[in-house]
Nanobody
Framework: VQLQASGGGLVQAGGSLRLSCAASGLTFRSYAMGWFRQAPGKEREFVGAISWSGGIKYYADFVKGRFTISRDNAKNTVYLQMNSLKPEDTAVYYC???????????????WGQGTLVTVSS
């Protein structure tokens, strides 16, 4: 199983980025997908998750109204559209696949390598 995250980079506060996570080696449409992030010196935290069908989405409170998670099962890809970015959003962002739609890190079975998002003030 491989999850390849991409789309990170340097952006000014207030800007936008779209992260992608391409999956292979698993039946993508059978898995819930999550996005997590980890800032330097902090624990990995939940950002958002989407059910296998895309019909149910969860978000962390700190991203509600700014980030949108979506998926394209035909392309085996999950996305995270990030708008109105803040310096505190700076972190490595990880995508993950799990059997059940959850918010906890330990509930996910497969992880990507992460993509760095840096938001300058």
């Amino acid at each position: 199983v491989q999850l390849q995250a991409s789309g990170g980079g340097l952006v000014q506060a207030g800007g936008s980025l779209r992260l992608s996570c391409a999956a292979s080696g698993l039946t993508f449409r059978s898995y819930a997908m999550g996005w997590f992030r980890q800032a330097p010196g902090k624990e990995r935290e939940f950002v958002g998750a989407i059910s296998w069908s895309g019909g149910i989405k969860y978000y962390a409170d700190f991203v509600k109204g700014r980030f949108t998670i979506s998926r394209d099962n035909a392309k085996n890809t999950v996305y995270l559209q990030m708008n109105s970015l803040k310096p505190e959003d700076t972190a490595v962002y990880y995508c993950a696949a799990g059997d059940v739609l959850r918010k906890q890190v330990e509930e996910y079975d497969y992880w990507g390598q992460g993509t760095l998002v840096t938001v300058s003030s």
